[in-house]
């Protein structure tokens, strides 16, 4: 690992896998070992969505309590 936390994934996982720049991974722990899940595109899509309902959720109600 490096001094700022990232690590190499060997090349011969990543042609295996189809990893390109920009993957993205869900990480999972157990406390003792680590998990990269993969995430595909349409996964990050319904992540993207849920963060910007929460978004207008948190300033609609920011905005109801100054009145």
Known sequence: MSTKGQIVIPRDLRKMLGLVSGSKFEILTDGKRILLRLLRPSEVKGFQRL?????AATKKAKKGAGK
């Open 51 to 55: 963060i910007r309902a929460d978004e």
